[in-house]
């Protein structure tokens, strides 16, 4: 069993910053991409950020340069610091971890949603 923890949305105003956290638990072997996706009411839900287990980072063009995506591997954790945040911004945002419970599988895991919204 995997359980996905996120934490950090809310309410925040044009140029403001919010920081997301999703914290893994259960019965993992390895974690290998984490990535934010971020979903608005009408449209698909799209990637945000990513990082590889390696460190590489990529990130959509609407956020490069304002948001920054870590991991923290003993926590099993990943964040999504978000800075001059936009009200286009808005939106429910996922994480996804796709996660080995053994080293010859791997599977995707998204956690609940948290709400973001930027809004004067």
């Known amino acids: 069993q995997v359980e996905l923890v996120e934490s950090g949305g809310g309410l925040v105003q044009p140029g403001g910053s919010l920081r997301l956290s999703c914290s893994a638990s259960?019965?993992?072997?390895?974690?290998?991409?984490m990535a934010w996706y971020r979903q608005v009411p009408g449209k698909e839900r799209e990637q945000v950020a990513l990082?590889?287990?390696?460190?590489?980072?990529s990130y959509a063009r609407a956020v490069r340069g304002r948001f920054t995506i870590s991991r923290d591997d003993a926590k099993k954790t990943v964040y999504l610091q978000m800075d001059n945040l936009q009200p286009e911004d808005t939106g429910v945002y996922y994480c996804?971890?796709?996660?080995?419970?053994?080293?010859?599988?791997?599977?995707?895991?998204w956690g609940q949603g948290t709400q973001v919204t930027v809004s004067s």
């Open positions: 996804n971890l796709d996660i080995s419970k053994s080293p010859w599988d791997a599977t995707p895991y």
């Open positions: 259960g019965s993992i072997f390895s974690i290998n991409d």
């Open positions: 990082v590889s287990n390696g460190g590489w980072t």
